[in-house]
């Protein structure tokens, strides 16, 4: 059950925030709202009044707008032609275009959301993706928007902006149902707090409570906010990327001249909005895309040209970003899912046939060594909540002798308890002499994991800077603005020197000074 | 916020590797050129030095344009090979697809003199013959741009071609009207697509599965009905009256167009004016926008409240009609009765036509006009008793879309969610 019981009342002009790890059921509550779901049990009022949605157009007709995690877009449409989708005006049987255009534009100047009417959305960065579904919501007169994880995709500064933005739709008279697991922007933006665990409300909050009572409260218990660990100590050069360029599915350069270079036990952190060339980079890494031009090599063993398999058993761990497509087979057991790696070899099997008492005997000895939740070794994998799918995917990559451990987006869709496993085992990685590369679209995951932070903008690694950077700075970064703070400014010069130019700052050196024992992960 | 005036923004251009140099201009290119080649030496050396007669009119006489067969065939070679060398030294890239044309029409045209040396080709008969192969090849693939706009593939087109084609000929029969002939050969379409949008879009079955079933069905049923009740009795049940041919005054006496396309029944003009109406409905009505968008992300449709398996069920059952009535074309116009699995896989070339026309109107429209070509010549290389066996073109439908499908002629990318079925999450 997703939802048990769960009552929610939102006030006219107030910002509402829903606070709950991934899986509480907070999409599922705001799905039915929206007439995507229906409830199974309970009522839904509007004004006083007991309305039922069969579909979302029902909840349009009764004032309430939603903008999903996923953005509802159709990509190869316009702007102005998604906004109209469904609510198309026509002129003598003709789509009136001219109309839609105008409407686009005096939402987006009235609510001081920039918008281009004929842009199309598929090349549309995502922060502006985001404004065009914002928009799309406003056109159809909501009084009550729902933002479902607005800011997961989103750098700090626009971030900024979008709260600067509901508080205006506030003032506006709107009210605003704001899903999240950010403490942070809880608190500079509810007037509301209901947090909700395990499918129920357990408290309404104001945004004075302190954090560390918030996240006790979604959680269930306290946690510590802060991944503890020693300093670096950096050894030989593990990995050596240098020059690489790698196309991404549509043919558009995605990773565009990148040098990187990370040592045995650091932590070298990605940092960067979404989308700007990390997966391809890491793909890359990993063989499961082509480099174009350029070096990677691993102990100065070449990675190039060699398959996925080969790269695997060279020593080199592999946690992908998108878990349920490329981590686990989900309808094989978790025994099975932890072996995938190395079923054809001794003592899993052979070329020929499996072993399964020695599979069955190496997963009960993960699952005790990973604290893997699970029923028993022999269950699916999709039988598991989504923070232990990810511990077996950790599992797995953890169980050959590495060099080189790479993980992206490690935490993503896991619960806290799971977040605080995962960082603790990543540390431990890195202090026994693994070089690690973690990629990671949160910033706080990055700044508390990272010796080394590079910030990549558009293909390219646009400055290495230490842990302790000021987040304004990271953030300016992330944007592509290098400032007369920032560390490095490589405007003119050629991608290929950007890296080692940002290196001489306080770059890979000051890592182990600046390193210190303890960072937030607020 | 502050720091943003007097920062800078990262704007460098994306150069540091360079572009490949065999990219998709220059592969063409080689394409076009070695063709050209072909033409040039190949058609050029067994081409006998004869003049090959292009007549405008349905035979031998009136006027003609007329060119030696041997030094025709190495003009247009040349023309190829002048038209590839200009894609192969990346030259005129924004009239890339002008230029591919201009050399495969070239090479086209270099066969023909060759073929044609010491003989003639009615220019007008090919014409309206290569249309009129055409027209069936036209609205099945229409109806295939309907479903898959949608998000619904239709691999039973052969199948709502056969049951049209069979309705046709019985119901025009037995009611002695060709017009009731043709409405039950769309309930027949109707039939075969209501049964493949249930399996898919209820029942979420694979849709390709329930396609090529479904085509089986319908050879099964019709060739059933044909031998226990056409066969033995073929004058109440199987002798349907042909469509009229209506002649526009005027319009019919321009040369060459003129007979070909206002001296003609009426599906001909069904099928171009479906072509302009689901251009027009696609792009610019409110129904063409939401069909796309079902097709390409259900879930955006579904979300802003549009009923995302109502409307793959309307245009499913629409594209029946389409199919249905181009199934009607067999026998209310072709051949004059029904035949055991008569349409031999026009619905699969109509399919083809789909594809390489890449899911437009108008690309299934010109798709289909050159299948349809490639038809009739292969009709006219068998009688006039030439050495290429008339086989090679009749493959030319399949082999072309395999080469449009392996993205050789420029990036094919269909609906996102053709195939997909719905299911609310």
Redesign the interface.
């Known amino acids: 059950m997703a939802n048990d019981h769960i009552d929610l009342t939102v006030e006219p002009g107030e910002v509402h925030a829903l606070l709950g790890e991934n899986g509480a059921g907070k999409s599922t509550l705001m799905n039915q709202l929206y007439g995507l779901l229906q409830p199974d049990e309970g009522e839904i009022l509007v004004d006083g009044e007991a309305r039922t949605f069969r579909s979302p157009r029902d909840a349009i007709a009764a004032g309430i707008g939603m903008v999903h995690q996923h953005f509802m877009l159709v990509p190869v449409f316009t702007v102005a032609e998604n906004i109209a989708l469904g609510a198309e005006k026509t002129r003598a049987g003709f789509l009136d275009r001219r109309r839609a255009r105008r409407e686009v534009l005096e939402v987006s100047a009235r609510y001081g959301l920039p918008v281009d009417p004929d842009a199309v959305v598929e090349n549309l960065p995502v922060g502006a993706q985001q404004r065009v579904e914002i928009v799309k919501a406003l056109t159809r007169d909501v009084d009550l928007l729902i933002l479902d994880e607005p800011t997961a995709v989103l750098t700090p500064q626009e971030t900024e902006e979008l709260l600067a933005v509901m508080r205006g739709l506030c003032d506006a008279g709107k009210s605003i149902v704001f899903i999240t697991h950010k403490l942070k922007e809880v608190k500079a933006i509810a007037d509301r707090i209901t947090v909700i665990r395990r499918g129920q409300t357990v408290g309404t909050a104001s945004p004075d409570t302190p954090e560390d009572e918030l996240a006790a409260l979604m959680v269930g218990r306290a946690v510590t906010l802060e991944v503890s660990k020693e300093h670096a100590k950096p050894g030989r050069e593990v990995l050596t990327i240098s020059g690489l360029c790698v196309d991404d599915d549509r043919g558009v350069r995605a990773v565009d001249g990148v040098d990187l270079e990370i040592r045995a036990g650091e932590v070298l952190g990605i940092a960067g909005v979404q989308g700007n060339g990390q997966t391809e980079l890491v793909e890359a890494v990993m063989g499961l895309r082509e480099a174009l031009t350029g070096t990677i090599k691993v102990d100065n063993e070449d990675l190039t040209g060699m398959t996925t398999k080969q790269i695997l058993r060279s020593g080199i761990g592999y946690v992908p970003e998108d878990r349920s497509l490329d981590g686990v087979v989900k309808e094989f057991s978790v025994a099975e899912n932890l072996v995938l790696d190395q079923y054809d070899r001794p003592p899993y099997g052979n070329a020929f046939r499996l072993n399964p008492a020695a599979i069955d005997a190496a997963a009960r000895e993960r699952v005790e060594q990973f604290d893997i939740r699970t029923s028993s070794p022999a269950s699916a994998v999709s039988t598991l909540s989504g923070g232990n799918q990810q511990k077996v995917v950790v599992a797995r990559e953890m169980s050959r002798p590495l060099r080189l451990f790479i993980a992206a987006q490690p935490t993503r869709g896991v619960d806290v308890g799971s977040i605080e496993f995962i960082h603790g085992r990543i540390v431990h990685e890195r202090d026994v002499g693994t070089a690690v590369l973690v990629v990671s679209s949160e910033l706080d995951e990055v700044v508390a994991l990272a010796d080394r932070i590079a910030v990549m903008y558009r293909g390219r690694i646009l400055a290495i800077v230490p842990p302790t950077t000021p987040r304004e700075e990271l953030g300016l970064l992330m944007a592509g603005i290098t400032g007369p703070q920032a560390v490095a400014a490589p405007g003119s010069a050629p991608a290929s020197d950007a890296a080692p130019g940002s290196d001489a700052a306080p770059g890979s050196d000051a890592a182990p000074g600046s390193g210190s024992d303890e960072k937030g992960t607020k | ?1 502050t ?2 005036s ?5 704007e ?1 251009p ?1 150069t ?2 360079p572009a490949r140099f065999m990219d998709r201009q220059r592969r063409l290119g080689v394409g076009v050129t070695l063709i050209g080649l072909v033409a040039a030496i190949l058609f050029g050396a067994l081409a006998p030095s004869q003049t090959a007669r292009f007549t405008l009119s349905e035979d031998a006489e009136g006027a003609a344009l007329s060119i030696n067969g041997q030094l025709g065939a190495i003009l247009f070679g040349i023309i190829a090979i002048a038209a590839g060398s200009v894609l192969l030294a990346g030259l005129l890239r924004k009239y890339q697809t002008t230029i591919l044309v201009l050399g495969i029409l070239a090479f086209v045209l270099s066969f023909l003199c060759w073929q044609v040396a010491g003989k003639f080709l009615p220019l007008v008969d090919t014409v309206s013959g290569s249309l009129e192969l055409a027209v069936p090849l036209i609205l099945g693939a229409l109806a295939g741009v309907l479903g898959e706009r949608s998000g619904v593939v239709n691999v039973a087109i052969e199948g709502q071609f056969l049951m049209g084609a069979f309705f046709a000929a019985l119901v025009g029969t037995m009611a002695t009207s060709v017009w009731a002939g043709l409405f039950s050969a769309a309930l027949g379409g109707v039939l075969i697509a209501a049964i493949l949008a249930v399996l898919a879009i209820r029942f979420l079955v694979d849709q390709v599965v329930v396609g090529i079933v479904l085509n089986l069905l319908a050879l099964g049923i019709t060739g059933f009905l044909y031998e226990r009740l056409m066969q033995p009795d073929a004058q109440s049940y199987n002798e349907p009256p042909k469509m009229p041919e209506w002649r526009i005054p005027g319009l019919a006496d321009i040369p060459v167009v003129g007979p070909v396309l206002f001296d003609t029944n009426l599906l001909v003009w069904l099928a171009l004016i479906l072509v302009f109406a689901l251009h ?1 409905g696609l792009t ?3 129904w063409g ?2 069909t ?2 079902v097709g ?2 259900p ?9 995302v398996r109502g409307l793959r069920y309307l245009n499913v059952l629409i594209g029946g009609v389409i199919a249905g009535a181009g199934g009607a074309y067999f026998t209310l116009v072709s051949t004059g009765s029904f035949n055991k699995n008569m349409t031999a896989g026009a619905g699969f070339i109509a399919l083809a036509a789909l594809i390489f026309g890449r899911w437009t109107p108008f690309g299934a429209l010109g798709a289909a006009l050159f299948f349809g070509f490639a038809q009739k010549l292969a009709t006219y290389l068998s009688v006039a008793g030439s050495p290429v066996p008339s086989q090679f073109l009749n493959m030319l439908p399949y082999l072309a879309t395999i080469v449009a499908v392996a993205g050789l002629v420029g990036r094919v990318r269909g609906p ?1 969610a053709a195939g997909q079925p719905y299911v ?2």
């Open positions: 916020m720091g943003v007097t920062a800078t923004v990262q460098a994306v540091v590797a027009f610019r009505s409110r926008l939401r796309r968008a390409e992300h879930t955006a449709a579904d979300t802003v409240g549009i009923r996102a609310k999450s």
